[in-house]
């Protein structure tokens, strides 16, 4: 039997890299003789340059703005004149320690900055993957870094510096800048902010939408996705970028439909399984276009809140919905030991397929 093994990353715990080598090890424990594919997933957040790289391309390195000001190593994948960057290698959430002060202070200046050193090696297309972000900045500093100034005229220069450029927002977020489902309102007290640092993040969205409606030429800040990252997704939209689908970009570049097609079964995952995830992230993703093709899927994640007799699941076709936690007996169990918890229940799966 041919087991495609695609999970998303586990949060914090293991990156989608590390998550299919849990789920191989602990399928071919049970079923040593099914051919197994590695294709690890990402919806253009923390690990999309992993996920992409393991498919081909040249990794390279850029010492860029953190979220707050120091200095760190990020890593993006070129293909030939095609750049892949990934925002939460420069402001990720993991580069803080959030609370109210960070929420406020953090900035996307160097997201600019990798999409910089990309234009400088010559790529002409720049897919930016949203996602992890540590700043609510609607992306002023990226506009920095590109235009030199966060206002109108540095949005204009930064359109002229991007002239010739394709540019592509990669997310699944749906998220508008601004409002009850805003940047934030809906993430900012994932990223440390109290109330009043979320009034205040709010407040400094709203007086920058018009600006960036305003270049744009149309109501951008209030654009599907415009809301990725922090308000990153607003900026590029600005700037031009088109949205698409972050899984949907893993997809096409690894060769996800080929790979299905010759597939007996599929084994996703990530690590929260809950309503969220049936709006369309990673998992359902994969569930989705493998039901096209006719392929059972098995959903091995971290934590499942969802009740498995949703219809929206049996509409999936999902032949199993697995819970590490529950395997293991505690949530903190399956963090601490999240690769041989996750193996464990791979293997555990296996023997009753």
């Not at 420069?90 to 929420?103: I, Q």
């Not at 934030?184 to 018009?210: I, M, S, T, Y």
């Not at 995952?269 to 049936?278: A, V």
């Not at 529950?326 to 169990?333: I, R, T, Y």
């Amino acid at each position: 039997m041919r087991v495609l093994i695609a999970p998303d990353s586990f949060g914090d715990t293991l990156t989608a890299v590390e998550a299919a080598a849990a789920i191989a090890a602990g399928w071919t424990r049970a079923r040593p003789g099914d051919d197994l594919v590695s294709a690890p997933r990402s919806d253009g957040g923390p690990g999309f340059v992993d996920v992409l790289a393991v498919h081909g391309g040249l990794i390279r390195e850029a010492a860029v703005s953190g979220p707050l000001d120091e200095r760190v190593v990020a890593r993006w994948v070129q293909a030939g004149d095609t750049a892949y960057v990934e925002s939460a290698q420069a402001c990720g959430l993991h580069l803080l320690r959030p609370e109210p002060a960070t929420a406020l202070a953090a900035h996307s200046t160097g997201v600019g900055e990798l999409v910089v050193a990309a234009l400088d090696a010559g790529a002409r297309t720049v897919v930016v993957g949203l996602g992890g972000s540590g700043c609510t900045d609607g992306g002023r500093g990226l506009v920095t870094a590109l235009g030199g100034t966060p206002d109108a005229a540095g949005l204009a220069a930064a359109r002229e510096r991007l002239a010739g450029v394709r540019l592509v927002a990669a997310t699944d977020v749906e998220n508008p800048l601004l409002g009850p489902r805003g940047a934030a309102a809906v993430f900012g007290p994932q990223k440390g902010a109290d109330p009043a640092a979320v009034d205040e993040l709010e407040r400094r969205n709203a007086a920058w939408a018009p600006i960036l409606d305003a270049q744009a030429g149309g109501s951008v800040s209030g654009a599907v996705g415009a809301g990725a990252a922090g308000g990153l997704g607003a900026a590029l939209l600005a700037l031009g970028a088109q949205r698409r689908s972050g899984a949907d970009v893993v997809a096409d570049v690894t060769g996800q439909d080929a790979l299905l097609r010759d597939s007996d079964v599929v084994v996703t995952g990530e690590g929260r399984f809950d309503r969220q995830s049936l709006g369309g992230k990673v998992a359902v993703a994969v569930a989705r276009a493998a039901r096209i093709h006719g392929v059972p899927v098995v959903v091995l994640a971290g934590q499942v809140a969802v009740d498995r007799t949703d219809s929206d699941l049996a509409e999936l076709g999902l032949r199993g919905v697995h819970s590490v936690a529950e395997h293991a007996g505690s949530v903190q169990l399956a963090m601490d030991d999240a690769a041989t918890q996750l193996a464990d229940l791979a293997a555990r799966v296996a023997r009753t397929w």
